[in-house]
């Protein structure tokens, strides 16, 4: 069910994107991007965009921080399912895995200290350069606004040329190395997660025992080890393990989700 319930939402997110420049011009009060929008008077806003904004401006605007509530809440109860469920950079990204998969692929040890870093840097440079950084490395919202520029104007930019060479480098390189390591949206959303955000988590009933299958990690987008203890905060919670988990072994499943 769960697994149904986010491909509906990835699909719903990509024809959501399509569809704003058609709903804006017809004034139903839609319009943005994942940069920003506005879904019938309510705004959201990029937490990074709106950090960034503050730093350049040397200003703070109440209406412009309300902006960014409805993603910070979601990503302190449920972590980083604007990630798995909305993102359609990761959308490609799995559902070119899923075609094209690699076999015997090494899994990923959990660890932030590479995209803390290179947050830190990032947003340090912000404040010395008065560029806006974060705005040319939000995949998300470039590729949202690329998206409706090829809908209305029927144009592509260099955009295109430089996501094709990332899906290269991802399949060269290291599968899923943008949203593991890089990417500052996901990072700051996982770096918001709190002892009572939902998790993976082994089952410590001592009676239910993982027979050491692998499906929990072959099932994995970003080539986690979900029995490992250390899969945050790469892991944004599309639950796919404990699915697989849960297929398998049923009721007795060594893997859960908790708050």
């Not at 919670?237 to 499943?253: G, P, R, S």
């Amino acid at each position: 069910m769960i697994r149904i319930l986010r491909r509906v939402c990835q699909i719903l997110a990509f024809l959501i994107i399509l569809a704003i420049p058609y709903l804006n011009s017809k004034e139903l009060n839609i319009a943005g991007n994942l940069y920003s929008s506005t879904f019938f008077g309510i705004d959201i806003t990029d937490p990074l965009i709106f950090l960034q904004n503050v730093i350049l401006n040397r200003s703070f605007d109440l209406k412009f921080f309300l902006s960014i509530a409805i993603p910070v809440i979601i990503a302190l109860v449920l972590g980083k399912v604007f990630c798995s469920y909305l993102c359609p950079v990761n959308t490609v990204f799995e559902w070119l895995n899923k075609l094209y998969p690699r076999k015997n692929a090494k899994h990923v040890k959990g660890n932030g200290r590479v995209t803390f870093t290179l947050l830190l840097v990032v947003t340090i440079s912000v404040v010395f350069t008065r560029f806006p950084i974060f705005t040319y490395l939000s995949l998300p919202g470039i590729f949202s606004l690329e998206v409706q520029k090829v809908v209305l104007s029927k144009t592509f930019s260099f955009f295109w040329l430089a996501f094709i060479f990332l899906i290269l480098l991802d399949f060269i390189l290291k599968r899923r190395f943008w949203c593991n390591y890089i990417c500052p949206q996901g990072g700051f959303i996982g770096f918001l997660k709190t002892p009572r955000t939902l998790k993976v988590v082994k089952n410590k009933d001592k009676t239910v025992k993982c027979t050491g299958c692998g499906k929990c990690v072959s099932s994995c987008p970003l080539y986690l080890n979900p029995m490992e203890e250390n899969i945050y905060p790469q892991c944004y919670n599309c639950l796919e393990c404990v699915q697989t988990c849960k297929k398998i072994h049923k009721d007795y499943a060594p893997l859960s989700i908790k708050f």
